[in-house]
């Protein structure tokens, strides 16, 4: 169903008018402006979403967030945006170093001895750690049997296909794409940096109480208001205990369907283990009053900002994931903690230092240096503190020389 376009607001009337809203953006984002065929691609983004408020109303916070990343074609993840990677808008951990993934491989292969020896990734990006584990593993004379990929854009599905075909095209018949999750998996599942990809809803403290972020629109473009929130009971009575402290005007995300994604992963796995790697904080940490902003930032080549109507389309949006709550929920779903650390403390627990005096692959991000490598994914001030791993698991009775203690409260 669409609307006749004088139901439009101006802005997604007339092409000419939203080139130069985008322009208007980028200059006040100081980022350079986009080309002619992404302009276009966002024009129809933000008409389809303008369709959508017409026929539903305001949308909540996290329905736009679901629009701007993945719509269909157009969305950041699912349509031509270079995304991440050298010429992307950012980086991650595998396209810093092989060291990464080779490190990640070694901890598969120690889950193994305790459950079956396959591998499902989420959300598998251009396709970089799974080539590095597959590498390190067939050169340990290891290798799983299945390593399944379950990925929601068609154009990264495409990118990790042309990767393992150019790097390993003798193990093609080990990697299997999956449409969905699977009814019941044994081995370990992987993610890094999925969850904080899952859109999140925002909300504030305002005089009237807590109040929650719909997206809505004028003339000029898109905008946030806060207002009553549509959350359940149980949602306002935790956040009431919570946000005692807040001052007026500070700014949090909700993270329901990260807790729906994180039950569904939990379901799927019938013995083994998940090991998810992302930024973000257990709760006490997470909404602290000294974090009065909120975590969402945006990426777009290579710059950060929190703006995120912007570039509809054509920037990554993100936000700091909720460890203790994600933890929580797998508890209530019968799976177990089987650690909560850092990055720098998991991947050096993990033997990320045998892998230092290897020669690196001409594949890696830039010409970072070994040392300019370890630094990054290391040092408490770039990815090693920030980035945290947590481990679940159900029916095994393994450890993973990655984390030292449980950590997390409810553990
Ligand atoms: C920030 S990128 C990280 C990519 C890669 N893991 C890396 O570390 O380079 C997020 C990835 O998660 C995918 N994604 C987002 N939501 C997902 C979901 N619900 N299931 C599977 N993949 C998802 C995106 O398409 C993208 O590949």
Redesign the pocket.
Known sequence: MSVEPAALPDFCRNYQDYQQLLQHQCHALEVPEPEQAAIEASFQLAQKIAELIHFNGKLPFAQFMQQAL?HPGLGY?SGGSH??GAGGD?V????ISPMFGQTIAKSLQQAWNNTEPCVLE?????G??MCDILQQCESDNQLPEAYYI????AE?RQRQQQMLNDKLPQLKPLVIWLDRLPESFQGVII????I???PVDLFMQTEQGLTQGFVAHNNNGFKLEFEETSFSQGWQKKHADLCQEWPEGYLAESYDLRID?LKSLVECLEQGCIVLIDYGYEEEELYSPYRPQGSLQCYYQQRKHSVPLALLGLQ?I?SSVNFTQLAQAALDNNAQVLGFTTQSQFLTLSGIEQFVAQPQDSDTMSSLSVAQQLQTLLMPNEMGQNIKVLGLSKGFSGALSGFTSLGLNQA
């Open positions: 993945y993840y995304k991440l950012f991650t951990a595998p396209e989420l959300g598998a990006g251009t970089k750690l379950l990925e929601v854009s990264l993610g890094n940096e999925v904080d990809a899952i994604w990554d993100t």
